[in-house]
């Protein structure tokens, strides 16, 4: 029989394996500096910026681009398409608490980008995004 602890223990191994296998650091309290890191070394190239900015606010053949719902410049708040939820500030300098739990911003990514490009993105993608969006400053 399994106790609360080792259940928790075990849930918690889990989620660290998921993240491992995704390629990007365990650690729970980050900064969406070490988050990009670990995306730009998994996608084995220097994020651009311009890039994200560009993936952004472009439709990729979907009814939606990241720009839908997070504005064109993601340092308000925004509103979802469908639902009208009012969603906090994506980039980080506007939102401290953004990029900053590896397994949010991977959960957040493979939903969003479901919606926009039909896809995960791939780890140059979310580098470049993130790069861009450390970009804006207040």
Known sequence: MLTSGRLCALRSLYICGIVAAAGVSTAFAQSPAQILNGYAAQSGTTPVPSRGQQFFTTRHGHEWACATCHGATPTGSG?????????APLAPAFNPERFTDTAKTEKWFRRNCGD???????ASEKADILSWLMTLKP
């Open 116 to 122: 926009v490009v039909g896809r995960e993105c791939t």
């Open 79 to 87: 509103r979802h398409a469908a639902t009208g939820k009012a969603i």
